[in-house]
C-alpha cells in the first residue's frame, strides 16, 4: 500500500509570491491534516479537510488556504508569502472520522524557504 | 493549548532506559505518539485512550493518566535504531475531528 506522497519536496519562493503544496492521501483515507514544522514552534496545526469540507482551521492567517478533491488528494495554498512561512509543511492522512483508533501517516513534507 | 514535554532532549547508551513525559492542560480523548528522525516524515507509534485502550508498537510501552492529563513513553533496553525526536500529539473531549495538538518534542539520543 502506498504511503502519504507529497510534491514538491523542495522549494525556494521569493517573498510575496504564492505557493501551492499537494499532497496524496494512502488509498482509501478519506481525511488530509496540514501542519507546519519549524524549530521554534515544532508542528501547528492548520487545517483539516474531510470529504472535500473543511473540517477544522488552526490559527494561521487567511493566507494560508487548502481544498479537497473528490478522490481525497489535497492542496494547500500560501499567498504573498513572507520570510517566516519557511518551514517544513506535513499532510497526515488518516481513514475517517476522527474515531479513537484513528492514527495519522505523515507524508516526507515540502521543505519551503522563502528568500 | 500546547502540552508540555519533558525532557527536552535526553542522550542515552544503547541498553538504557528512557522516560518521555507530555502534559496537557485540556481535557483529553486520546495521546498519539510519533518518532521523528531527521529529514523525514513522523512515524507512528502508539495511541492511548481515555480509559486505558492503548494500540500500537509491541516494543515500546506507554502510560496515560487521566486524572493528571499525563501521558508516559517508556523506551527500554534502547536502541541505535530508537535516536530521534519523539512527539506527542493530543486530542481533546470536545470535537477536533483528526486534529492533534502536538508539544514541542523531546530529542532522544543513543549512542554506543
Known amino acids: 500500500k502506498a504511503g502519504v506522497t507529497q510534491t514538491p519536496r523542495y522549494l525556494i519562493k521569493t517573498r510575496g509570491q504564492q505557493v501551492t503544496l499537494s499532497c496524496s492521501p494512502i488509498?482509501?483515507?478519506?481525511?488530509v491534516s496540514w501542519y507546519q514544522q519549524t524549530p521554534g514552534q515544532g508542528l501547528q496545526f492548520l487545517f483539516e479537510?474531510?470529504?472535500?469540507?473543511?473540517?477544522n482551521k488552526g490559527n494561521f492567517p487567511g493566507r494560508f488556504s487548502g481544498r479537497q478533491f473528490s478522490n481525497s488528494r489535497s492542496e494547500m495554498n500560501v499567498s504573498t508569502l513572507e520570510l517566516g512561512d519557511s518551514a517544513l509543511y506535513l499532510c497526515?492522512?488518516?481513514?475517517?472520522?476522527?474515531?479513537?483508533?484513528?492514527?495519522?501517516?505523515f507524508g516526507q513534507g515540502t521543505r519551503l524557504t522563502v528568500v | 493549548q500546547q502540552p508540555v514535554q519533558s525532557p527536552q532532549a535526553v542522550i542515552l547508551r544503547e541498553g538504557e532506559d528512557a522516560v518521555i513525559n507530555c502534559s496537557s492542560s485540556?481535557?483529553?480523548?486520546?495521546v498519539h505518539w510519533y518518532r521523528q528522525k531527521h529529514g523525514e516524515a513522523p512515524i507512528f507509534l502508539m495511541i492511548?485512550?481515555?480509559?486505558?485502550e492503548q494500540k500500537g508498537h509491541d516494543k515500546i510501552s506507554a502510560s496515560f493518566n487521566e486524572k493528571k492529563q499525563q501521558s508516559s513513553l517508556y523506551l527500554t533496553a534502547s536502541q541505535l535504531s530508537y535516536s530521534g525526536t519523539y512527539f506527542c500529539?493530543?486530542?481533546?473531549?470536545?470535537?477536533?475531528?483528526?486534529?492533534?495538538?502536538f508539544g514541542t518534542g523531546t530529542q532522544l539520543k543513543v549512542e554506543l
Open positions: 488509498s482509501g483515507h478519506r481525511s
Open positions: 497526515a492522512s488518516s481513514l475517517g472520522t476522527g474515531g479513537p483508533y484513528t492514527e495519522a501517516f
Open positions: 485540556k481535557a483529553l480523548y486520546s
Open positions: 492511548l485512550l481515555k480509559g486505558g
Open positions: 479537510y474531510f470529504s472535500e469540507t473543511q473540517r
Open positions: 500529539g493530543t486530542r481533546g473531549v470536545t470535537g477536533g475531528g483528526n486534529k492533534l495538538t
